[in-house]
């Protein structure tokens, strides 16, 4: 399965990491960590997901670093990389999720960590998301309560109204986009210069529900709102001529 770099759909990995840890008592909540998973979701913050990536790593974004000490902030970064390999899931042996998201790119340490070629970015798989995907619909994603919690933030409104109010939707121009209005979504969208991205959980009102997890490649593919709404909408379609 290709490895793609993946853009914010790497935050569903964060999200279910922080949830692990907080399952655990190895962080403490506070009123800005909840803000923060909640944006890093809701709104796809990367504002947001670099706080969370620093509590779920116990590091910090800066300069560059001696050899040493920096020997010492790559282990630490590592560490949700050692969680998802705990797991013993297939799918996920050949991910990466050990960066933080931005706008700009990184800087200092940050990019240094990146690697000259950029050979050490965030990479995920489809199998690998839906794996992930599908245990926090099924209610196993750390624990049933805290899947719950997860399901509440990856729910997205159809709704039109609600779509004009926020042009950040992680609807419109993504998979979405291609269902009746009646359906019902949960997803993660994934967007940059040069990939497009969703990953949802679907239920239409008849017929079974279903992952769909598209990765797209290229400039063209990432400025082109039509093409996840249209795979989305064949897929229905298809799905929906099943239950006929």
Not at 48 to 64: C, I, K, M, N, R
Not at 86 to 111: A, F, H, M
Not at 195 to 223: C, M, N, W
Request: aromatic share 8%.
């Amino acid at each position: 399965m290709e490895r793609i770099y993946p853009a914010s759909v790497v935050k569903l990995f964060y999200l279910v990491a922080i949830h692990e840890w907080l399952e655990r008592g190895m962080v403490q909540t506070t009123t800005e960590l909840e803000r923060a998973i909640r944006d890093m979701i809701v709104d796809s913050s990367n504002d947001a997901t670099s706080l969370v990536v620093d509590v779920l790593t116990g590091t910090t974004s800066g300069p560059e670093l001696p050899p040493g000490p920096f020997d010492t902030w790559q282990q630490q970064r590592n560490l949700v990389n050692r969680y998802f390999q705990s797991l013993g899931w297939e799918e996920l042996e050949t991910i990466n999720v050990n960066q933080k998201t931005w706008c700009d790119g990184p800087y200092g340490r940050e990019r240094i960590f990146y690697g000259e070629f950029m050979e050490n970015r965030n990479m995920l798989t489809t199998i690998a998301t839906a794996r992930l995907l599908h245990s926090i619909i099924g209610g196993v994603a750390v624990s049933a309560t805290r899947s719950q919690m997860m399901m509440a933030l990856l729910r997205r409104s159809l709704h039109p109204q609600d779509l004009k109010a926020d042009p950040e939707n992680q609807v419109s121009g993504f998979l979405g986009a291609g269902l009746p209005p009646e359906s019902r979504l949960w997803s993660k969208a994934g967007l940059m210069s040069r990939v497009r991205h969703d990953a949802a959980y679907i239920e239409l009102t008849s017929a079974r529900p279903y992952l769909l997890v598209v990765f797209t490649e290229g400039k063209e593919h990432s400025q082109n709102e039509a093409i996840l709404p249209l795979i989305s909408q064949k897929i229905a379609e298809a799905v929906l001529s099943l239950e006929l």
